[in-house]
């Protein structure tokens, strides 16, 4: 079974500052990684994937991610956070079947002060 | 063009109630999924249809909860003799289809059970 642990419940940051949201997945087989954002009142939004190829992966919003098959993880990064990134971040996983169902993380509540 | 769209956005019901939560996905989407967000909480997989068929509901918890998507467009998700632990926020996505692609997440209906 897969599963997915995201260590920081809330991560508190002032602006500018750079920002690491961790995330281990735990699978028997290949996966595919991605961070999902959730701004208050409303949907889920891609930031990124990993199905593939080069392990560090950019997405929108100046965030990357890098897989790293060895530590099972995806963290998520950037190096100058904006007030507007205050959001939820959820990390998810899927494979290893046809479904494409995600399995997602608890979420890191991400707050970023002035 | 539009994206995903849920009806209603929020739902109030009484124990024991019936309700119906209604999802219509992008246009030409042949996959859909339910998904289920409990406060705090990462979404949480209950059922993946490919087209009219439900192709994995292994995460519906019980027999109250049952899904359809008859024309291979809009799917309904129902929930028979409602308790308040079925209290959640229900997320519907869809994707062109299987393979890892992106799902695109609708608002989600808010699910209150006095």
């Known amino acids: 079974a897969q599963s997915v642990t995201q260590l920081d419940s809330q991560v508190p940051v002032f602006e500018e500052a750079p920002v690491e949201l961790r995330c281990n997945y735990s699978s028997s087989v290949s996966v595919y990684l991605f961070w999902y954002v959730q701004y208050p009142n409303q949907g889920l939004q891609l930031l990124l994937k990993?199905?593939?190829?080069?392990?560090l992966v950019k997405g929108i919003n100046g965030f990357e991610a890098e897989f790293n098959k060895s530590q099972t993880s995806f963290h998520l990064r950037k190096p100058s956070v904006h007030i507007s990134d205050t959001a939820e971040y959820f990390c998810a996983v899927s494979g290893g079947d046809n479904t494409d169902k995600l399995i997602f993380g608890t979420g890191t509540r991400l707050q970023v002060f002035p | 063009g539009a994206g995903v769209s849920q009806t209603p956005s929020n739902k109030v019901t009484e124990k024991g109630k019936y309700v119906e939560l209604r999802c219509d996905p992008i246009?030409?989407?042949?996959?859909l999924y339910w998904y289920r967000q409990s406060l705090g909480q990462g979404p949480e997989f209950l059922i993946y249809?490919?087209?009219?068929?439900?192709?994995?509901d292994s995460g519906l918890p019980n027999d109250r909860f049952f899904a359809v998507r008859p024309e291979g467009s809009v799917s309904t998700l129902k929930i028979q003799r409602t308790e308040r632990g079925d209290s959640a926020v229900y997320l519907c996505?869809?994707?062109?289809?299987?393979?890892?692609?992106?799902?695109?997440f609708g608002p989600g209906t808010r699910l209150t059970v006095l």
């Open positions: 990993y199905l593939s190829g080069s392990t």
């Open positions: 249809f490919q087209g009219t068929g439900a192709a994995d």
């Open positions: 246009s030409g989407h042949t996959a």
């Open positions: 996505a869809s994707s062109l289809s299987g393979g890892a692609r992106e799902q695109f």
